[in-house]
């Protein structure tokens, strides 16, 4: 479902890009080239629809990408073993610590002293 979803948002985007892209903010882009006062869709109708369609996609954005995060597969994190960085913060060593070095010296099995 998730992946669905996903397909969903990013063909939204898509489309959304290309009808931002076709409209022109001082009434050019694609409504200025049914000009002619005699045809169905004029230039008027044209702007209303890529407006519609703009807000309409939007919207339909907004709402999927909540229902993403809504029914975003978070079951499997939990059961999921830790990652990397946590278990280096599990792991880390205390910087303020002071090592402990060995006060005596070792001896060498040939260097023993003969009793």
Known sequence: ?????TILIVAVCVFLTLIVLVQNSKGGGLAANFSASNQIMG?????????KATWT???????????????LPSSGVSNASPSILDSQ??????????????????????QEPEN
């Open 57 to 71: 996609l939007a919207g339909s954005l907004v709402t999927l990408c909540i229902l993403a995060a809504l029914i």
């Open 89 to 110: 913060i599990e792991n880390a060593v205390d910087p303020t610590t002071i090592p402990s070095f060995p006060t005596t010296i070792p001896m060498i099995p040939s």
């Open 43 to 51: 230039v008027r109708k044209t702007a209303d629809f890529l407006e």
């Open 1 to 5: 479902m998730y992946t669905l979803i």
